[in-house]
């Protein structure tokens, strides 16, 4: 059974296509529960509602945490409560934010 730490690893490699920083670091992952059966709700949202890359960033973050040894099911829930903001991003993600030419 993979550990929070090694889900929330493995979805490092999401990333949203309109901004250069994984989804982690970005601060849009709320949540990650895993129950003895091996399946995996993510809680996450997304820097804006009505993203056009919602389906494909569900994709794959479902791809991402399946490739875990002993992952049975992934499920990502999209939640809009808290809203997303910049102060929710990592300081790794607000480096590499300002490393693209963004100010945050």
Same mark, same amino acid.
């Given at each position: 059974? #993979?550990?929070?730490?090694?889900? %929330?690893? &493995?979805?490092?490699?999401?990333? =949203?296509?309109?901004? #250069?920083?994984? +989804? +982690? =670091?970005?601060?849009?992952?709320?949540? @990650?529960?895993?129950? &003895?059966? !091996?399946?995996?709700?993510?809680?996450?949202?997304?820097?804006?509602? !009505?993203?056009? @890359?919602?389906? %494909?960033? $569900?994709?794959?973050?479902?791809? &991402?945490?399946?490739?875990?040894?002993?992952?049975?099911?992934?499920? +990502? =829930?999209?939640?809009?409560?808290? #809203?997303?903001? #910049? =102060?929710?991003?990592?300081?790794? !993600?607000? $480096?590499?934010? $300002?490393?693209? !030419?963004?100010?945050?």
């Amino acid at each position: 059974m #993979p550990s929070q730490a090694q889900i %929330l690893e &493995a979805l490092k490699v999401v990333k =949203d296509p309109e901004i #250069p920083v994984n +989804v +982690v =670091d970005l601060g849009l992952i709320y949540g @990650v529960d895993i129950n &003895a059966s !091996g399946n995996v709700e993510i809680t996450m949202t997304l820097t804006s509602v !009505g993203c056009p @890359v919602q389906d %494909l960033i $569900r994709s794959d973050a479902e791809m &991402a945490v399946m490739r875990l040894d002993g992952v049975n099911q992934v499920e +990502v =829930d999209f939640v809009w409560s808290p #809203p997303w903001a #910049p =102060d929710k991003m990592s300081d790794d !993600g607000k $480096r590499q934010m $300002r490393m693209f !030419g963004f100010n945050v």
